[in-house]
């Protein structure tokens, strides 16, 4: 068995004995297949026999917007 799998394991099982419902891996491929580089995760993911549900995006809400500009110019230049 992979490390991942263990570990996770290990962390879901602790969670569901402290009483948590849910364990949020945070994202998969959507369903109709478009993001080809997400397969590997996703199939990961969903071994775990978990549900699909789609939720909003992330987005960035900067504070310091000349600060933020800065960032995402670095950001780009590698």
Partial sequence: ???PYLLH???MRQLK???C???????VQPQ????????????FKVGWGGQYYEA???FD???KKILYLV????RNLR
């Fill in 1 to 3: 068995m992979m490390a």
């Fill in 9 to 11: 394991g290990e962390v």
């Fill in 17 to 19: 004995e402290a009483g």
């Fill in 21 to 27: 419902k849910s364990y949020d891996m945070w994202g």
């Fill in 32 to 43: 109709d297949g478009s993001l080809k580089n997400w397969a590997g995760f996703t199939r």
């Fill in 56 to 58: 909003p995006g992330t």
């Fill in 61 to 63: 809400y900067p504070i």
């Fill in 71 to 74: 960032y995402r110019l670095a």
